[in-house]
């Protein structure tokens, strides 16, 4: 893809049996200590193995998988039949990271989840099962009945909630091997956008862009903002999830790029507990901002100032996720895991194929 991978290591240190005791035969003055020293060696490896037990690591990942299809169904035909190019250099990277729970962005919604679902079965016959799944109705595609794009047209992908050509294009879910507790789940994808603190809504001579209406009805979350908690040994871990609009294919008065930042920004605003109950520590904040610090034309501050967050740490930092062809490689895929949590490791693992992601998965090991 034009980017050199990182280096891939499976972090999951799994540690056998102690060594053998020494066959040679023991001096006469040891042989009455023998048995001791035989117990005590027994005993440090059984405390080894099991603070090795206790320490192995939470390994979290995130991937733009670029599955999403023209067409509702198309998704699920493609994955059921089996031969699709795409949904196999999918299978083999999520195969290959082997996480515990992956946050997946690029993936078509549908109310009964049938394409999430068979995309799960298909790694799970390739040796990776994850039976907790979750998906929420996104903003995606969802048409507003409003001119939101102030071209003077309706029912538009522009005009829906969050850009698509039908209800669920590109949608998020999630995929995990410990229990999702859907019931402490916040969804923020019905904030207003109007209603984000200090908000940039594009406003032109002092009026809304697009108008009264599309200012009183246009969402933040192109696709959702979750907060999600799934229970693991150790206890609850919150997820921190979303997926942003890109900031460019708009006009003058910025609405995509104004509308990326805010969809970053809201975050200071959920972590401050200004907006929602803010997370309890464990929690990762990860997902698409489709917006690097430093290149390309978003407001970078906004992931900056996430990046530099007091309680957020930065696993890889100035490591590019996505390598477009108009652009070269950027970072705008990410895992922030809360400070509390000590990183083992971490890394990228760039599919492979023509019809592959532009995107890397991003993964990262966790202990507490």
Do not use: C
Request: no cysteine; charged share 20%; net charge negative.
């Amino acid at each position: 893809m034009g980017i050199p991978s990182g280096q891939y290591d499976h972090a999951r240190h799994r540690h056998g049996a102690g060594g053998r005791d020494d066959p040679r035969q023991t001096p006469p003055r040891l042989r009455r200590s023998a048995y001791a020293g035989r117990l005590i060696r027994f005993l440090l490896a059984l405390l080894l193995l099991t603070g090795t037990a206790q320490a192995e690591p939470l390994r979290i990942a995130t991937f733009n998988t670029e599955l999403s299809r023209k067409g509702p169904g198309l998704l699920l035909r493609d994955i059921l039949r089996g031969d699709d190019p795409a949904v196999a250099s999918v299978i083999e990277t999520i195969t290959s990271a082997d996480p515990d729970i992956i946050a997946l962005q690029g993936i078509d919604y549908d109310l009964e989840q049938a394409a999430l679902n068979a995309l799960a079965d298909a790694l799970s016959a390739a040796g990776a099962p994850y039976p907790h799944r979750f998906a929420a109705p996104p903003n995606a595609g969802r048409q507003s009945g409003v001119d939101l794009d102030g071209d003077g047209r309706l029912g538009t992908p522009r005009d829906a909630q969050g850009y698509g050509r039908f209800f669920g294009q590109g949608a998020m879910a999630i995929l995990s091997r410990r229990p999702i507790q859907e019931g402490g789940l916040q969804d923020f994808s019905t904030l207003p956008w109007r209603d984000l603190p200090d908000t940039l809504y594009p406003m032109i001579d002092g009026a809304p862009f697009a108008g009264a209406e599309a200012h009183t009805t246009q969402r933040l979350s192109s696709n959702g903002h979750w907060s999600l908690p799934i229970q693991t040994p150790e206890g609850p871990v919150t997820l921190l999830t979303y997926h942003a609009t890109p900031p460019v294919f708009d006009g003058p008065e910025d609405r995509n790029g104004r509308r990326n930042h805010d969809e970053t920004i809201f975050w200071l605003h959920h972590l401050a507990g200004k907006i929602g109950t803010p997370p309890t520590p464990p929690f990762v904040l990860l997902g698409d901002a489709n917006l690097d610090p430093e290149r390309g034309d978003g407001r970078g501050e906004a992931i900056a100032a996430l990046l530099s967050h007091p309680a957020l740490q930065d696993p890889l930092p100035h490591r590019p996720t996505v390598n477009w062809p108009q652009t070269g490689p950027m970072r705008v895929d990410y895992i922030l895991p809360s400070r509390d949590w000590k990183v083992r490791d971490a890394g990228l693992i760039w599919p492979k194929g023509e019809s592959a992601s532009r995107h890397a998965l991003v993964w990262v090991d966790l202990t507490r």
